[in-house]
């Protein structure tokens, strides 16, 4: 069903917001003179991941992975040739749309620097802050709007799952990276096959506290991701105080996490694993040496809380992952072969999006730190 007015308000559709079409929700809050040049002009919104507005400079687009440039013919390129300079009109408008006409609604996402909207994207805003009592009161003059794309990519984690897995029950997994590369889009279709049941496990109840809205993407309570039939989600609570209710209020067997960043977080994860809860869980770092170095978690990874640790990586020539001519997708054609027609009934058609990362991998070791995969599963 559809209101008929450009706020965010205006895209309930069949109850579940956003599902069909994210990139409408993209487009219908852009000004109207750059809708169907971004619309005809950007080559697969499936492969944008940012649009950058700064007022008086020009419109900034992360495309997989590269920074470009918009063209007023809506083309992406490297160089400044006729790019489009955003105006004050512009990020007016858009905050217009993106509020429904009524910003004044939004002031607690205002005051986190972020909306999100159907779909599951996310509008990061920057301008004047105005505190009070030390706290963030409200951002005004909001010259500066970053949209993140929401991408889920069913299927990704499958080939994980032979190594996840030990007598029908998911292991403690951290999923460690560098930023930007897909350890919570990794992380969201664990949780899914998790939840849903695969070739290795039946399907548990699972709670996500997801923090910072990017796991399920609730848009009026309402999770744009899929993760899952039997996954409960605390949105926008901390870490600390989510374990805690979960396990109080929902009975999960597993519960999942975005980047753990606080001594609290491990004190209450580690309470949560000693009554018998099995943890997801992300963090930042470039590798597993730097995580165990890291003063927040070495005590965490010495005591073996984790079973299962992957560190992702890409195929990219130099110190970063490289793949070898030669190499195969380690690790996922027993799970393809095994369970392939039961993926694809229950994923509706989409195991087609797992193409879309082929180009990453990731290596898995277990608690006491030996290799599991024997080199990069490639996903």
């Avoid at 997989?64 to 390129?77: A, C, I, P, Q, Y």
């Avoid at 993106?98 to 994207?121: N, V």
């Avoid at 770092?285 to 890291?294: A, H, N, P, T």
């Avoid at 070791?365 to 995969?373: C, I, L, N, V």
């Amino acid at each position: 069903m559809e209101t008929g007015r450009e706020g965010s308000g205006a895209a309930i559709r069949d109850g579940i917001p956003g599902r069909e079409d994210r990139s409408y929700e993209v487009i219908r809050i852009l000004p109207r003179q750059l809708r169907d040049k971004l619309r005809y002009g950007i080559p697969d919104f499936g492969r944008l991941q940012e649009l950058r507005f700064r007022v008086g400079e020009p419109l900034g687009a992360v495309y997989e992975g590269k920074n470009l440039w918009v063209t007023w013919s809506g083309s992406l390129s490297c160089g400044l040739d006729e790019p489009i300079l955003v105006t004050r009109e512009m990020i007016r408008e858009m905050l217009e749309y993106i509020s429904g006409y009524s910003l004044y609604a939004f002031e607690e996402e205002i005051r986190q620097g972020f909306i999100t909207i159907p779909g599951g994207h996310r509008i990061g805003l920057a301008g004047k802050v105005a505190m009070e009592d030390g706290a963030v009161k409200t951002i005004r003059h909001i010259s500066f709007l970053n949209i993140r794309l929401s991408h889920q990519v069913f299927g990704c984690a499958k080939k994980l799952l032979p190594f996840l897995y030990c007598n029908g029950r998911i292991e403690n997994t951290l999923l460690i990276s560098s930023p930007r590369f897909g350890k919570t889009t990794l992380l969201r279709d664990l949780i899914r096959l998790v939840s849903d049941g695969n070739a290795y496990g039946e399907g548990v109840n699972t709670g996500v506290v997801d923090e910072r809205g990017e796991l399920a993407a609730c848009f009026q309570g309402i999770p744009q991701n899929d993760l899952g039939r039997r996954t409960d989600v605390l949105d926008g609570c901390l870490k600390a105080q989510g374990i805690t209710m979960l396990l109080r209020s929902m009975a999960p067997s597993v519960i999942a996490v975005d980047e753990l960043a606080t001594a609290e977080d491990i004190r209450t994860m580690e309470f949560a694993m000693n009554s018998g809860c099995t943890f997801l869980a992300t963090a930042h770092g470039g590798s597993l040496e730097e995580i165990r170095r890291k003063p927040l978690f070495c005590s965490m990874m010495e005591a073996g809380l984790f079973q299962r640790i992957g560190v992702l990586g890409m195929n990219r020539i130099g110190d970063e992952v490289r793949e070898r001519k030669g190499d195969k997708f380690r690790g996922g054609n027993r799970d393809e072969d095994r369970n392939s027609e039961e993926n694809r009934d229950r994923d509706g058609g989409r195991n087609r999006d797992e193409n879309r990362v082929r180009n990453r991998g990731i290596l898995i070791y277990d608690s006491s730190f030996q290799e599991m995969t024997e080199g990069y599963v490639w996903y």
